[in-house]
């Protein structure tokens, strides 16, 4: 499953009514957090008409009675996986890389561990280009925590292989240092070195409801994903990511999502990135 560029013929002719998408509407919210919006419709169609034709349905509300019945469960998943919105590239929003080279970086040269999260990672381009900064600049005194909703996605990150084409962005040094090209079938594709690999953990999580227990970080990357939130539900995650960061820990967000008016938990530092308001 990947962003969804276009929608499809066949699925616009297919749009739920209001009282079917206010039925998704609401369990989506429910579910993970995310609201949308009536006026997403041909999204909603677009990412579920084609599934539910494959579980030989002809309308929303069977799908809705599907996924909601005590034996729908994992079908319940998939269809929560298809909504989430799954775009990243590698090195996304370059000034948050900036500034942890250069004011983040130093602070740990004493021998302290660095520990970092990204906690809506997606097929993991983010968290690897973490990774790949914190190698070169941090040798080996770091973490890397890295989890997202959606399990194809993270199951995904976890492989580590993406196409020749979505990897422009990386520096060329690091190119060589922490990427293989694929030969034979595998001809057109990269994959991240297994040592950079075996330095990250993947695990799923739903930033909708509390946290296990997963240690304190220094950093946590939460970029572009509170954005699908209302701001009840976005007061809720950031005051989970506030307990689970240091004294002085610092938030990344994307660069259209701001916390004014939502938190006083967290104080800007620069666009898009918030010290732990202790
Ligand atoms: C647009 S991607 C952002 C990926 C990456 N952080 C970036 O900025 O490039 C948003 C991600 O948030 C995840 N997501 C949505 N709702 C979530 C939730 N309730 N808990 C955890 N992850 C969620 C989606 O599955 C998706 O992979």
């Known amino acids: 499953m990947g962003a969804v560029s276009s929608m499809t013929v066949e699925s616009i002719n297919h749009l739920p009514s209001d009282k079917e998408f206010y039925l998704f509407q609401q369990l989506i919210l429910d579910k993970l957090g ?12 677009n990412r579920l008409w084609k599934r539910l034709r494959e579980c030989d ?16 469960e994992a ?22 890389f900036d500034y942890m080279e250069q004011s983040i970086f130093p602070m740990f040269r004493n021998g302290s561990k660095l520990r970092v999260w ?23 005194n770091w ?19 993406y196409p020749e084409s979505r990897i422009r962005n990386i520096p060329q040094h690091y190119l060589h240092r922490f990427c293989r090209k694929g030969i034979g079938p595998q001809d057109g594709f990269v994959r ?16 909708h409801y509390d946290f296990p227990d997963i240690g304190k970080f220094d950093l946590v990357f939460l970029r572009n994903v509170l954005i699908y939130f209302e701001n009840d539900t976005k007061e809720k995650v950031l005051e989970r990511i506030a307990k689970v960061l240091n004294p002085n820990g610092v938030l ?5 999502e701001s916390l004014h008016g939502v938190t006083q938990r967290f104080a800007p530092i620069k666009p898009a990135i918030y010290r732990l308001v202790n």
């Open 34 to 45: 995310i609201f949308l919006p009536l006026q997403k419709k041909a999204l909603l169609s």
């Open 57 to 72: 349905l002809n309308s929303y509300q069977d799908y809705y009675r599907l996924i909601v019945d005590k034996k729908g």
């Open 75 to 96: 079908e319940l998943h998939v269809a929560l996986e298809l909504v989430t919105t799954n775009e990243t590239y590698f090195f996304r929003e370059q000034k948050h």
């Open 118 to 140: 990204s906690a809506a990672a997606s097929t993991g381009e983010e968290p690897y280009s973490i990774a790949m900064m914190l190698a070169d600049k941090c040798q080996s």
């Open 143 to 161: 973490e890397l925590e890295c989890s997202d909703v959606n399990n194809t996605v993270i199951e995904q990150a976890r492989r580590g292989v």
């Open 192 to 207: 991240v070195t297994q040592d950079l690999r075996d330095r990250v953990n993947f695990f799923t999580l739903n930033l």
């Open 252 to 256: 990344f967000v994307g660069h259209s």
